[in-house]
């Protein structure tokens, strides 16, 4: 019987609602995440934070670095894309974001990645590297080899932006000697009309060892609603990364989910 492969399955957001710290902790507990990505912005994070404390010994707990918590994304990518962004206050902030990781969770970030993707940016993604340089983090790219089977997943425009979006930020990790992963999926629109069973199974078909799996699992709240306008598909991934439909597809899929460190190959 051939190995499992190991895949990072990771769950976005943590940090944005009470609603939706406390679903991620839930499929932690339950084994059903190996890493989760945490804004720090918010100040609920104070309490919700410290209840990672207790999983950081067998979960990769990582820095959702936001910037879009107090201005609107299409003006972030718009400065960033024209190579507006000033950098040092980029870094200043990322710094502050970083402190209050560990101040309250108690230990640096396992990796640092950015909540709408704001770590594939100019000027933002150069301050990324050096920081996980700096505390021995990884980042996490979201390229994926193109071709054919893109187009079998959810969102394949997205997943192909995406993908060559990362291009600059995983050669400046790796001349920097920063780890990262070796392939990205779960990118979605969130507008399908398919089951989430039905997403992930494609999302996760032929999947290489060491991806990183994203997913945004979660309970509605009423500052989840007033936050963000994701609310059943975070009930539904959920309700599936809960259920043992999500065991029995893993297992046919041949994957096994593992933590950063253990599915990443060093450089």
């Known amino acids: 019987m051939a190995a499992l492969r190991k895949i990072v399955l990771c769950a976005d957001d943590y940090g944005l609602s ?26 609920e994070f104070d309490d919700d934070g410290q209840r990672l404390r207790e999983f950081c010994a067998h979960t990769d707990i990582g820095l959702h670095f936001t910037l879009t918590h107090d201005r609107s994304l299409s003006s972030v990518l718009l400065a960033g894309w024209l190579r507006r962004l000033n950098e040092e206050k980029i870094r200043d902030e990322l710094n502050r974001q970083i402190e209050r990781f560990i101040k309250v969770v108690g230990t640096s970030p396992a990796y640092i990645d950015g909540h709408q993707h704001v770590h594939l940016l100019p000027g933002v993604r150069e301050a990324v590297v050096e920081a996980a340089k700096r505390i021995g983090a990884y980042v996490r790219s979201t390229g994926e080899p193109i071709g054919a089977a893109m187009l079998k997943r959810p969102a394949p425009v997205d997943s192909l932006f995406l993908s060559l979006s990362a291009g600059a930020l995983a050669r400046q990790a790796q001349r920097a000697g920063v780890r990262a992963n070796s392939g ?23 999947a290489a ?7 945004h699992p979660g309970h509605v709240d009423e500052l989840l609603r007033a936050r963000d306008p994701i609310h059943r598909q975070r009930e539904e991934e959920f309700a599936y990364l809960a259920s043992a439909d999500f065991l029995r597809d893993m297992n046919e899929a041949g994957l096994k989910i593992a933590t950063l460190r253990e599915a990443v190959a060093p450089p």
């Open 18 to 43: 009470p609603g939706v710290s406390r679903g991620i902790r839930e499929l932690l507990a339950a084994h059903r995440l190996s890493a989760t990505s945490c804004m720090t912005v918010h100040p």
């Open 184 to 206: 990205f999926r779960g990118v979605r629109s969130f507008k399908e009309h398919a089951p989430y069973r039905e997403l992930f199974r494609a999302m996760i078909a032929d």
């Open 209 to 215: 060892n060491g991806s990183i799996i994203m997913c």
